[in-house]
């Protein structure tokens, strides 16, 4: 009986994996995500377990931190720097979440963050008497709101310093000024944020639109998308194969002209009149050996009888120019 009743405790008393694990992680001394109940398991999310292995860094004590910080502004060691950021992870973490709410992915913000952070490094000056997570705070913010802007549409909108400041101020402004019972027009805007009304009124656009697919239907239960309605710009397939018909016919009909001319004449129509580098007057006389002027009366002669020619046989060809660039 002793041994059944033994038993059956053996059987409701099993061992509960999770528990000992994390208990094994409290006695390895590494703390559990914020508001989560450590159970030793591995995260399965990649934020959890990024953040579970941020808060396992240890950070610096302000004199190891102002060390390792005079060896990169020194000598620019790497493995310093490596460990300054390591010790300031926790930092981009933190303002990182502070955007949440305007941008879903945490990862990129964390990740632009971190890029923040190597550039402060860089640039921190440990004899200025401030902390590096006081300074690189600037960075890691600046770096995290342009990634924002960059990416909040598909359509950049906060293209210079001042239109982001806009951007994230605008909306805040105009319910001041409505509260206070001024009317916030474009003008007074741009005269609060000392800017041009044009960046005013681009902002305030942007702020009041919203990006639409192109694959979208134009109305609801239509089969037409807004793509389908956007002109290609290029001419026409009718226009196109009408136009290449009849230059087909100009050049025939150029080429029937020319059969009966003199060398001297069919030198000006194909390399002047028709060449896309004309040849000048006093060349194609040195090679003729005539005068300039009498090339240029001969080119005169020509013109008109060719103006003639294709009027009567392409009556399609109207006002066209034969003449060729001045100056040549």
């Given at each position: 009986m002793v041994a059944k009743n033994a038993k059956n405790g053996a059987k409701k008393r099993r061992p509960n994996p999770g528990a000992e694990a994390g208990d094994e992680v409290k006695a390895k001394g590494q703390p559990a995500p914020s508001g989560v109940k450590s159970t030793g398991l591995v995260p399965a999310d990649?934020?959890?377990?990024?953040?579970?292995?941020?808060?396992?860094?240890r950070r610096l004590t302000p004199e190891e931190e102002h060390d390792l910080a005079l060896k990169v502004q020194k000598g620019k060691d790497s493995e310093a720097a490596l460990r300054l950021v390591k010790a300031n992870l926790w930092l981009v973490v933190n303002i990182s979440f502070e955007f949440r709410s305007q941008f879903q992915n945490m990862l990129d913000l964390i990740q632009e963050g971190n890029i923040g952070l190597m550039r402060a490094i860089q640039k921190f000056d440990p004899f200025?008497?401030?902390?590096?997570?006081?300074?690189?705070?600037?960075?890691?913010?600046?770096?995290?709101?342009?990634?924002?802007?960059?990416?909040?549409?598909?359509?950049?909108?906060?293209?210079?310093?001042?239109?982001?400041?806009?951007?994230?101020?605008?909306?805040?402004?105009?319910?001041?000024?409505?509260?206070?019972?001024?009317?916030?027009?474009?003008?007074?805007?741009?005269?609060?944020?000392?800017?041009?009304?044009?960046?005013?009124?681009a902002v305030q656009q942007a702020l009041s639109s919203r990006d639409l697919s192109l694959e979208a239907p134009v109305a609801e239960g239509s089969a037409l998308t807004f793509s389908e309605t956007i002109g290609s710009g290029a001419p026409a397939m009718d226009d196109a194969l009408g136009e290449s018909e009849i230059m087909e016919r100009f050049k025939r009909e150029v080429d029937e002209f020319a059969k009966p001319l003199k060398e001297s004449d069919k030198v000006i129509l194909y390399d002047r009149l028709m060449s896309d580098e004309p040849m000048t007057l006093a060349k194609i006389g040195e090679r003729f050996g005539v005068s300039r002027e009498a090339m240029r009366q001969a080119e005169d002669r020509l013109i008109t009888k060719l103006k003639k020619h294709l009027e009567e046989r392409v009556p399609e060809i109207k006002g066209f120019n034969l003449a060729p660039k001045a100056g040549s």
């Open positions: 990649p934020l959890s377990r990024y953040l579970e292995a941020v808060r396992g860094i200025k008497g401030v902390r590096l997570p006081a300074y690189a705070s600037y960075w890691i913010r600046a770096h995290i709101l342009k990634y924002i802007l960059n990416n909040w549409r598909l359509v950049r909108v906060g293209t210079t310093n001042m239109r982001r400041k806009l951007l994230f101020n605008l909306n805040k402004v105009t319910q001041e000024m409505t509260a206070a019972g001024l009317e916030p027009t474009s003008k007074l805007l741009a005269e609060h944020f000392s800017t041009t009304q044009d960046n005013v009124t």
